[in-house]
């Protein structure tokens, strides 16, 4: 084959593979990659065993492997992370490199970048996370605020929901701990349940 039948078959290749991606195939080249949607996987080059399903579902994907995406724009910026589960819009949207975490809701976990081993179920539920691990977020906009706080455990609606930076915090029920922001160690149980709580620690209020 001559250089100028060569170069046309690159050129011919390099057109038809953006088509294709144009067209809402993803370029999932390894067998073990699933793409459905416009622009899936649209970067991947030696990840494996990823599944992406939704407009830009995995976009900026190369590397990561293990990783599932389902909805318009589930972890769309991850780059190397793995073993991601993202379903809804948006949900682990900005996550670049963080590993091992679970978001189901529109926005949940939406600009976790470097966190892990986080779990997220609901609306914005730990929506503002961006290098915090080890947290868990069931209900609307709980732990929504949280930042770089680790080990929180929040359910309910808005629990823990203005928590920053403060760790290893447990609240259960609409609202509780709903002011806390760096308080740390705190247990709440029950609906507004030490609501007015911001910086205290290792409190725990009695049973009623």
Request: glycine share 16%; charged share 5%.
């Amino acid at each position: 084959m001559n250089r100028t039948v060569w170069k046309f078959c690159v050129s011919f290749l390099a057109a038809l593979l953006v088509t294709l991606s144009s067209a809402g195939f993803g370029l999932a080249l390894d067998p073990s990659n699933t793409a459905l949607g416009t622009a899936a996987l649209n970067s991947i080059t030696s990840g494996t065993n990823d599944t992406a399903v939704g407009a830009q579902a995995l976009l900026d994907d190369d590397t990561g492997n293990d990783n599932t995406g389902c909805g318009s724009g589930t972890l769309l910026k991850n780059g190397s992370g793995s073993g991601n589960t993202a379903t809804g819009f948006n949900a682990l949207n900005g996550n670049t490199m963080g590993n091992d975490d679970t978001a189901n809701g529109s926005s949940a976990l939406s600009r976790n970048t470097t966190g892990f081993g986080n779990t997220a179920s609901g609306f914005a539920a730990l929506g503002s996370n961006t290098t915090a691990s080890y947290n868990t977020a069931s209900g609307f906009q709980a732990l929504f605020a949280n930042t770089a706080g680790d080990y929180n455990t929040a359910n309910g609606g808005n629990a823990l929901g203005a928590n920053t930076t403060g760790n290893d915090n447990t609240a259960g029920g609409f609202n509780s701990l709903g002011s806390n922001t760096t308080g740390s160690g705190n247990t709440a149980n029950g609906f507004q349940a030490l609501l007015s709580n911001s910086t205290g620690a290792s409190n725990t209020p009695p049973m009623v």
